[in-house]
């Protein structure tokens, strides 16, 4: 919901208008800022338009990080799994790869003992020979069958033994590759994940900082609205003190003198810039007209009509209202207009004036300085 607009009180013979500004001058801020967070935004200077888009590119960024980071967590958990997975299935093979060592050397010493009862029950020199000449075990294997001095039991058992251990060696030398190769994988898909997680942490700290930023931003461009509405009450009431003295030494000259000449008499509705102070910092609302939220012929509409005068909703229609004013005869509550009628403020002394920009931003004083002032049209003064 749209801020509620401050609201001084009219100022009384005893009481001026800066007098009723300082003691609102809390409220004032506050409102504002109130405003500024209905809006979704501060203020349309530019450097806090750039620090709002550029925090809106790091929320982003900081959105494909979180998502590039889940993925990677769930790959590196999908790794790890396979390592786990592998680990257990080496600690298996290592037990049968024992076991098979084991029955081989329990094998071997059967062999051999029968070997020994062969060669010790039988005096045979050609056995001998063949058992001698054996190069391998295998060959052994295929002497003693040559010879049957070997059941052919105690041979397939043997084989089966030998082929066995070579099975379970060869798998060991498999998962040992796999473990390395996947230990390898695991290492780099947590150090993506790392890199991810590093990366997510600094633009997190970028965005803190940007917010920052813009806070500074903000109290800063709040500072300075709440004293160029001091400066411009101030203005207002010496122009009230210079309008009276006019009128006087205007009686006094018309009494003194028979002659026609008189001095142009002041803008009548000087008071509509203390009406229009009230709602500063009300959030600009596209065809808004009311303390809810304006636009910036909505405001100056809403204004003028407080004193009883109607002005259309539309800035071209304004500008054919009263009449034209040169800019260095400016007097508070004329109308400004810039950007080739495609915007109006009002005049409130100070080379400024007081309008509600546009969407985004709240009702604000600005300086006819820069884009306002190399888009300036020109100026009405109301007169009835």
Sequence with gaps: MPAPPVRLPQANSQESVITVLKRQAPVLVLAIAAACVAAGTATGDPSVSAKQARAQQVVAQITRLDGSLNRAQNLYDESTLKLHVIEHSLKINKVALRAARKNLHLSQQALMQRLVTIYTSRNDQSTLAVLLGAQSIDDLVNRIEAVKAVSSQDVAVMNQVISFKKAVTVHQHALVTAHRSQKHLVQQRAAAKSRINSQLGREKQLLSSIKGEIAHLIAA?????????????????????????????????????????????????????????????????????????FDCSGLVMYVYAQVGVSLPHYTGAQWNMGVAVDRADLQPGDLVFFDGLGHVGIYIGGNEFIHAPHSGDVVKISSITGWYADTYVGARRITG
């Design 221 to 293: 461009d709040h500072a300075r609205q709440l004293a160029l509405a001091q400066a411009a009450t101030v203005r207002y009431d010496t122009l009230q003190q210079q309008q009276a003295l006019a009128l006087q030494q205007t009686a006094v000259g018309a009494s003194a003198s028979t002659g026609t000449a008189s001095v142009a008499p002041p803008s009548q509705y000087t008071g509509v810039v203390a009406i229009a102070m009230r709602y500063l910092g009300v959030p600009y609302v596209w065809g808004g007209a009311s303390p809810s939220g």
